[in-house]
């Protein structure tokens, strides 16, 4: 399936010669190789201009004109491996370059972290409206499952008197995560720290639980493109239903939200298999202008109400 790129390194450094030969060059292989896109583009074309752009730290939307500019003999040795690895190895852009986006912000990712997609950054960038507002803006934030770190340093972004934490249970995804928390010079109001879900935070409590945790079904994840398989298992499988880890947080997530707080979660497809363990719960599911789902907000006094529920789906 993965077949590789027949034709010697040596011959293509000296055929191919400005940003426009690589694009189309990364444009065919893309679609000979029949890639996925799901990792910050949706289409070959997007995808190879990321990669000659992104490898050359240009903006994605330069202008035109740029395409027409030589590049050195480094610069296409990079690109033709980059080619490559995308190619031959699947792996996914940003692993290739280092970095993605989400909501906006520039974050450091590698093979340790699930490449940031969650459309709870649509809701960050809306200040969880009609949950919290500028006067009544949430004080301490957790990022239950954080990974790279995205999800609260954004939340940081919008709230910038809040103070946040960043938990997870891989040393490996909490090493990135406080890397970014330097790129993003946050120390000051961001912390990271080692949990298996709430099990190491003690009595801490806060306003704001935010939370993107494993939650692919077994069936799912033996469909998922390879693309997704270089991400790390532990941040997608969550058991034969995908609520492994949902249960949980369902039923301890009281404990550690103030009054008034409010706890966020997405669970993507597994939506189904929640909405049929807890036909009783009313899960907002919340709407977003991408068309995505699969995130659902409880406030407090909704995880009091049905406190017994959630505790007895976690009983085996
Ligand atoms: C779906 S990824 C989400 C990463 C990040 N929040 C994002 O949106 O890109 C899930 C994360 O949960 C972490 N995780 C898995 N099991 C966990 C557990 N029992 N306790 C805490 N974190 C866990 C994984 O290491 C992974 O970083």
């Not at 004109?65 to 610069?75: P, V």
């Amino acid at each position: 399936m993965n077949q590789p790129i027949n034709q010697s390194t040596t011959s293509l450094v000296q055929e191919l010669q400005t940003l426009r030969d690589f694009v189309r060059w990364a444009l065919t292989n893309f679609n000979s190789h029949h890639l996925y896109y799901g990792h910050g583009t949706d289409n070959a074309w997007d995808e190879a201009l990321h990669l000659v752009l992104g490898s050359l730290h240009l903006p994605w939307d330069s202008d035109d004109r740029l395409l027409d500019a030589r590049l050195t003999q480094l610069e296409r040795e990079k690109l033709l491996e980059l080619i490559r690895r995308r190619c031959e190895d699947r792996t996914p852009l940003p692993y290739l370059l280092g970095e993605s986006w989400f909501a906006g912000l520039s974050f450091k990712v590698d093979a340790r972290v699930l490449i940031p997609r969650s459309p709870i950054a649509e809701l960050i960038q809306d200040g969880f409206a009609p949950w919290f507002n500028e006067d009544e803006a949430p004080a301490r934030i957790l990022d239950l499952c954080t990974g790279s770190g995205c999800i609260g340093i954004a939340c940081a972004y919008a709230f910038p008197t809040a103070h946040v934490t960043l938990s997870d249970v891989s040393e490996d995804a909490l090493m990135v995560a406080s890397e970014n928390i330097s790129h993003h010079h946050l120390s000051d109001r961001v912390v990271s720290t080692s949990s298996d879900l709430f099990a190491a935070l003690g009595g801490e409590t806060f306003d704001l639980i935010v939370s993107n945790p494993p939650y692919v079904d077994l069936r799912d994840l033996s469909l998922m493109p390879e693309e997704y398989h270089q991400e790390p298992e532990l941040a997608l499988a969550a058991g034969d239903d995908g609520l492994d880890l949902v249960r949980i947080i369902l039923a301890q997530a009281r404990k550690h939200l103030n009054e008034g707080g409010v706890l966020v979660v997405e669970v993507g497809n597994s939506e189904t298999h929640l909405e049929a363990l807890f036909p009783q719960v009313p899960f907002l599911w919340v709407e977003f202008e991408s068309n995505a789902s699969g995130v659902f907000v409880l406030t407090a006094e909704q995880l009091d109400e049905f406190q017994a529920d959630f505790d007895a789906a976690c009983k085996p």
